[in-house]
């Protein structure tokens, strides 16, 4: 009986061992956050916030709120002050405009909808148009460097415009979301031998996501800087410099009306709180800045 015990504990194989699970491959790794990212376009919900715009000309500081047919916004604060009466006139007018104006709502759909698109489009891109150099771990953040693939084969303008970018990834690793992402074009990029059009090389972006619900990230910070010309010496430029924050989540697929009336109650209560003294336009501005700015890399 011995040896029979003894065989058949032989013949059992030993127990194994946890071994800690090795790292995903960068390219892998990518390509689920991607698909968590388009996941999330499909299903998404839908948010009021404010955004702070900068420009040349100044900081617009505007209540914004997502509809069906796009988000639609409300300017509150101009260079840290109140509105007057008539640029308050001028926005009342604009959006009573749009408010009657089914066409006009019609053009913003269509418009929301191929941003959303082209954003689709750009994230298909990456684990493919792009190999990625790991470069640590950062505050629950896997850190990438991304270089144009040479193996890769553009086969549209924004293809071609993306496919020559190269910068770095961060991505969160208990989500497998996309926490920020920058890029610079390091050389210029041509249609046509350069007769249909150019994007200037030294052009760049970045862009900060932030977590708002259990599943959903939205954009926290987005800069993007680029030049070129089009046909016919048509200049091209895109400067673009906001940050987003305040989100609360609204009924979906509200109509433009529906999205008015919530806009209108957003504005009210902050209005109430400056014409109170509850908040200056001052400490309302601020606000807007205790959102953490990264140091990005240059």
Known sequence: MALILTGIMAAVPAPCIAQPAAPEGPTQLVREVVYNELQDHDRHNYWRYW???????????????ETASGPIARLILAN????DAQTEQQEMTRLRQLENSPAEQASRRRAFEDDEKQVKRILVLLPDAFVFQDAGEESGCRHFRYAPNPNYSAHTVEARVFHQLSGDLWIDIRMKRMKRLEGRLNDNV???????G????????????????ANEWKTERLEVHMSG??????TLARDENEVRGGFEAVPASMSVKQGMQVLQQSVTEREAALAQGRISPAALVMQRRETPRQAFRQ
Do not use: C
């Not at 955004?51 to 709120?65: K, L, S, T, W």
């Not at 010309?229 to 048509?234: D, E, G, P, T, Y």
């Open 51 to 65: 955004v702070e715009h900068h420009a040349p000309d100044g900081i617009r500081v505007e209540e914004e709120v």
């Open 80 to 83: 840290g002050h109140r509105l």
């Open 190 to 196: 041509e249609f046509g031998m350069g007769l249909l």
């Open 198 to 213: 150019r994007v200037n090389k030294g052009g760049w972006f970045r862009m900060v996501r932030t977590q708002v619900s």
């Open 229 to 234: 010309r089009a046909l016919m010496f048509k």
